[in-house]
């Protein structure tokens, strides 16, 4: 039996999940799972790396010591962060997050750099001011010894394949979510590097997925007690999540729900108009040099956060709890602006909603169930205008709505989201992200010779319903 192990890290959890075919489909087994989660470290959210690579470690050998060691695997993680590597390859400074607010105002020190809509013109990715380019400027102005000294920029799950390898491979899907890498070129844009002030020696050749990285150190194979290859899958999660929507033509449009909401649909080129800058949609590199034309929205991110408010103390609340609050509260009328940069990081994600609906002067939502009511009524809302700004961008009309990823497990949001967009709504597969990153690895392997035959595949293994 050949397994294939994909190892999938987001924002609040990461897992192990082996595949195997068994007649002809994909059966997949969760094998570890581990917490992730922000940490503050001199009055920064930050990642805890080391922790987590000793996660990986500990994920890999309880699938060796299962007897079932896999004959690759590949590492999947959320965009934009990276870490610098000085000359003996020791990280330089703490492994700050996404999330922190070391970016605030970086926006206008790199618009007196470069316009926003030339940026956008060489990129197109979407302005948010966690990209990695307002990350850099963040360290060129609170340390920019950082950068005299880097050698190295490796993307989070890049920095773990050179923990394990000792190779360092930088890959294309996720420097594109950066905003450091050309629309046309689909190489760095050497050229904004040097713009921006930032050593363009750091940055190294850009792989595809399915390029191997290399073997375990041999500390590692003897540490988790197997020896194996590390692929390249589509390292951005959402890159990994996209290849496993189950459906071969190009009449729909997909969510990868999670954490974060990524809606939008495959193109072959980019889409880099004023337009399209606009309406804030981003291009993120996927596989095979296809373009993600895509919306990111706060997505799960905004209930996982009034649950984790709500199960302070001995009561722990389950997402079933909630919704069953927020059905009973259901014809709340108020609606709040997901993207809105104040519920990017809060205190309290309860008393945004109640703010922002105080300030847009709509009723104000006092009971839990009223807060997550708004808050599905409001996610359902913005993946309807998504839809009509993509159908605008490209002009077409879509017929389906493709959910996958963990978030498709919502039937409340599901059902809300058909209602809202007049679609027909399919949901699943639950894993996309980890199917896609395996995908990757069996394309490589030789079990699929093509992306449609591996995607005819997911969809003929895993349940896929049609949202009623």
């Not at 390292?235 to 990868?256: C, E, I, K, Q, R």
């Not at 103390?313 to 509260?329: C, T």
């Not at 519920?343 to 309290?348: D, G, H, N, T, V």
Request: one cysteine or more; aromatic letters at 10%; a negative charge.
């Amino acid at each position: 039996m050949k397994y294939y192990l994909a190892v999938d890290i987001g924002a609040s959890s990461g897992r192990h999940i082996l595949a195997h075919m068994e007649d002809g489909k994909m059966v997949l087994e969760e094998m570890y799972r581990f917490v992730n989660g922000n940490v503050v470290r001199d009055g920064h959210l930050c990642w805890e790396f080391d922790r987590l690579f000793t996660e990986i470690v500990n994920g890999i050998k309880a699938c060796a010591d299962a007897g079932k060691a896999p004959v690759s695997m590949g590492i999947d993680t959320w965009g934009v962060d990276f870490v610098l590597l000085d000359k003996d390859d020791h990280v330089l400074g703490d492994t700050i997050a996404y999330r922190d607010s070391r970016t605030n105002g970086m926006d206008e020190e790199l618009s007196k750099l470069i316009s926003p809509e030339e940026l956008y013109s060489r990129t197109g990715i979407q302005k948010q001011l966690y990209n990695s380019i307002y990350q850099l400027l963040a360290i060129k102005k609170e340390h920019p010894e950082y950068l005299e000294q880097a050698e190295s920029f490796l993307m989070t799950p890049e920095y773990f394949n050179f923990l394990l390898t000792g190779v360092k491979k930088n890959e294309y899907t996720n420097a594109t979510t950066g905003q450091l890498v050309n629309a046309q070129t689909k190489d760095w844009d050497y050229e904004l590097i040097e713009k921006i002030g930032v050593p363009t020696k750091i940055f190294g050749k850009l792989n595809m997925p399915k390029t191997s990285v290399g073997m375990l150190k041999e500390e590692i194979a003897a540490q988790v007690g197997c020896q194996l290859e590390v692929v390249l899958p589509a390292t951005h999660d959402t890159g990994s999540a996209v290849l496993a929507v189950p459906a071969n033509d190009d009449d729909f449009v997909y969510l990868s729900s999670g954490t974060w909401s990524l809606m939008g649909i495959e193109r072959k080129e980019a889409e880099c108009s004023l337009k399209s800058m606009e309406y804030n949609f981003t291009n993120e590199g996927g596989y095979d040099y296809r373009f993600r034309y895509l919306k990111n929205i706060m997505g799960l991110w905004m209930l996982q956060s009034v649950r984790k408010e709500m199960s302070a103390g001995d009561k722990k609340y389950s997402f079933p709890e909630l919704i069953a609050m927020a059905k009973e509260a259901d014809g709340f009328p108020s609606i709040v602006e997901c993207n809105d940069q104040s519920f990017l990081a809060p205190e309290s994600m309860t008393k945004a909603v109640q703010d922002f609906c105080e300030k847009s002067g709509q009723p104000v939502p006092k009971t839990m169930g009223e807060v997550m009511v708004v808050i599905y009524n409001s996610l359902a809302r913005c993946y309807a205008e998504t839809i009509s700004q993509l159908e605008e961008m490209s002009g077409r009309t879509f017929s389906r709505l493709h959910i996958v990823g963990g978030g498709c497990q919502d039937a409340f949001l599901n059902k809300k989201t058909k209602e809202a967009t007049g679609k027909e709504v399919f949901a699943g597969p639950v894993e996309g992200t980890a199917l896609g990153n395996l995908m990757v690895q069996m394309m490589k392997d030789g079990t699929f010779t093509s992306l449609e035959e591996a995607r005819t595949c997911v969809a003929a293994s895993f349940d896929v319903k049609p949202v009623e």
